[in-house]
């Protein structure tokens, strides 16, 4: 599924991020934004894993259950992904 | 367990083993037990000043460093403290590269920011404190002033106009947030750097994406001979990433031996890579035997070629490398330029380390005789 723009329709990471992952937390830095530098852990390290390929909010929980098993509830998930998506490193071509 | 041969760098086993993680063929091995807080404490210390935060993060991770909980909190600040300087390096790089290309000048990526892309299995792995770019010398000049446009600073004057595109190593460039952009002409200071065949650099290149940017580096043999060259004369005593570079390099690509010797050759820097690799060998313990390593070990300086490395060693001055610089231009012309800017350099060069000419003379004379009566 893509968008009007041809984009994957759904979460996706932004253009021009800078990121390193230790394994326990992702390091990310949007190039477009501040220049400040984010730490992301826990569910959101994990959502920015997941989005090595672009994924609506369905797919994130479904990769959750897969990968985690016991998947926190998709309102979290959902917080978590607005708050990347706040934060300047996934886009989200649902939101307008 | 095997034994360890002596440090070159005087850095302990432990320190050594965390820079030799993950490398195939080595046989140091990392502690079996956690280290008492005052061991770890000395060898979190040397992780950080040598930069391998990321190597002793992966250590500790992957099972083979046992550390106790608190341990691993400390080991994971201060390697998240490294990426993060490391990707506002790496914004650095995409912003320089950036007014550089748009000024029609080449640039490549040097060190910590290509290794950790190219060399690295995970750039983690390999962090950096500044950011270095290589540029054509005669387009030197242009580079410094559009990179001086965006708000950085030379850290020093050139001693006379157009010394630094015909005979400097580089210069450094402060931002205004303090980060270092060092700006190279060539890889080095001194007989070396004057002699390495600069056009050879420039015949190719590998890329890498940086945040949706493509940056070029220098091709892998290339990238090997800096590598050897800041391995071996980047420091008097040799620092443990820049042998883990060497190594990294040389056992994890197919490199092209013949197009290694060809650049080495029209460089004259074989001994700087030998000594670069025995180096890398030794400290980091390496068992296995590539042709490399075998011919390194056999290699055999000759007593010019002896001397030269000296002026990089202990007890070596900025004096005594300019001096031997001298031997190593090609011209009598550019020598005596060369001659002219060091012991004649405009006042502005002189700032706070020399009240004169005179004294700026004296005091070369004095380290140069020094470095003679040592040897």
Redesign the interface.
């Known amino acids: 599924m893509t968008d009007a723009t041809g984009r994957p329709d759904g979460f996706a990471r932004a253009?021009?991020?800078?990121?390193?992952?230790?394994?326990?937390?992702v390091?990310?830095?949007p190039?477009a934004g501040s220049?400040d530098?984010i730490?992301l852990g826990g569910g959101s390290a994990q959502i920015w894993r997941l989005l090595r390929r672009p994924r609506s909010l369905a797919q994130l929980v479904d990769a959750f259950v897969d990968e985690a098993g016991a998947p926190p509830p998709q309102q979290h998930i959902a917080a978590a992904a607005a708050d990347l998506v706040a934060r300047g490193v996934v886009r989200n071509s649902q939101v307008v | 367990m095997a034994q360890i041969s002596a440090s070159a760098g005087g850095h302990s086993p432990a320190a050594r083993a965390v820079a030799a993680h993950g490398l195939v063929g080595t046989t140091l091995n990392l502690p079996e037990a956690p280290l008492t807080d005052v061991e770890f404490t000395r060898l979190h210390a040397a992780t950080r000043s040598q930069r391998m935060t990321g190597l002793f993060?992966a250590a500790i991770?992957s099972g083979a460093f046992p550390v106790t909980s608190s341990q691993r909190d400390r080991a994971?600040e201060s390697?998240?403290q490294s990426?993060?300087a490391?990707?506002?390096l790496?914004?650095l790089v995409?912003n320089t590269v950036g007014v550089l290309e748009k000024a029609a000048i080449p640039v490549r990526t040097l060190k910590g920011v290509a290794l950790a892309h190219l060399d690295y299995p995970?750039?983690?792995l390999r962090t950096f404190g500044d950011i270095d770019l290589l540029v054509p010398g005669d387009q030197f000049d242009d580079a410094v002033t559009v990179i001086t446009e965006t708000g950085a600073a030379r850290r020093y004057p050139q001693p006379r106009p157009g010394f630094d595109r015909r005979f400097s190593k580089g210069t450094c460039l402060c931002t205004p947030d303090g980060l270092e952009i060092d700006l190279h002409r060539t890889f080095t200071m001194g007989p070396f750097g004057a002699r390495l065949a600069l056009h050879e650099l420039w015949a190719r290149c590998d890329e890498f994406d940086?945040?949706?940017v493509t940056v070029q580096a220098l091709s892998v043999e290339e990238r090997l001979l800096h590598a050897a060259y800041h391995a071996a004369l980047g420091d008097e005593r040799p620092r443990l990433v820049p042998l883990r570079d060497v190594a990294q390099i040389l056992l994890t690509h197919d490199v092209d031996m013949s197009r290694l010797h060809w650049l080495m050759r029209a460089s004259q820097g074989e001994a700087v890579v030998a000594r670069a690799v025995r180096w890398a060998w030794q400290e980091l313990q390496i068992a296995d035997v590539l042709g490399a390593s075998a011919w390194a070990e056999t290699y055999r300086e000759d007593q010019r070629t002896l001397s030269d490395l000296a002026v990089y060693g202990l007890g070596s001055s900025y004096a005594a490398r300019s001096w031997a610089t001298v031997k190593a231009i090609p011209t009598l012309s550019q020598r005596l330029k060369f001659v002219y800017a060091m012991t004649m350099p405009q006042r502005s060069y002189l700032g706070t380390r020399h009240r004169s000419q005179r004294d700026r003379l004296r005091q070369g004379i004095g380290e140069i005789r020094s470095l003679r009566s040592q040897r």
Do not use: I
Request: charged share 15%; hydrophobic share 55%; aromatic share 6%.
């Open positions: 253009a021009g991020v800078l990121w390193r992952d230790t394994g326990a937390h390091v990310a830095l190039t220049g530098v730490v | 993060w991770t994971e390697h998240l990426l993060a490391a990707l506002v790496e914004h995409v995970d750039p983690g940086l945040a949706g």
